[in-house]
């Protein structure tokens, strides 16, 4: 999809355009949570969870600055320090983001402390398309 596409795109909410956005989809994941001792049994190489916080954000307009991340950022302190992470970039090998417009993945990368500021350059050289992989 090229820059000219998206812009010449349908207006969603001014500034976004329909093809900043999801579409429509549906999709389905599981995640069967268990003790150390069912997990054992249950899988030859379980994946073990050492830190996870939740907050949530008021969702009335009007309410927040949509461009602040700060129920995000204590989620993700919060998480990094049950995990013992004091350094998200360096100690984290993989992020899955869970974006609806095209702005939120910077804004998401900034809140979650993986980018200091440089969420757009880090993106621009370490995407699938740039042939580099984030660490």
Same mark, same amino acid.
């Given at each position: 999809? @090229?820059?000219?596409? =998206?812009? &010449? ?8 355009? #329909? $093809?900043?956005?999801?579409? =429509? @989809? ?9 003790? #150390? ?13 050492? &830190?996870?916080? +939740?907050? *949530?954000?008021?969702?009335?307009? /009007?309410?927040?600055? *949509?461009?602040? @991340?700060?129920?995000? @950022? ?9 995990? /013992? ?8 090998? $993989?992020?899955? $983001? ?6 939120? #993945? *910077?804004?998401?990368?900034? &809140? ?13 050289? #370490?995407?699938? +398309?740039? &042939?580099?992989?984030?660490?």
């Amino acid at each position: 999809m @090229t820059v000219e596409q =998206v812009m &010449g795109s349908a207006m969603q909410a001014d500034p976004i355009k #329909e $093809l900043e956005a999801y579409p =429509v @989809t549906d999709g389905a994941c599981a995640m069967i949570l268990a003790a #150390e001792e069912k997990a054992r049994k249950w899988c030859a190489q379980p994946v073990w969870l050492s &830190g996870m916080a +939740s907050r *949530l954000d008021s969702f009335y307009l /009007g309410d927040r600055d *949509l461009a602040e @991340t700060a129920s995000l @950022t204590l989620a993700s302190k919060k998480a990094y320090r049950m995990a /013992g992470i004091s350094n998200p970039r360096k100690e984290i090998d $993989l992020v899955e $983001l869970s974006e609806f417009y095209s702005y939120q #993945e *910077l804004l998401w990368l900034e &809140g979650m402390g993986s980018a200091a500021g440089e969420a757009g350059k880090m993106i621009d050289r #370490e995407s699938p +398309s740039s &042939g580099e992989s984030f660490p």
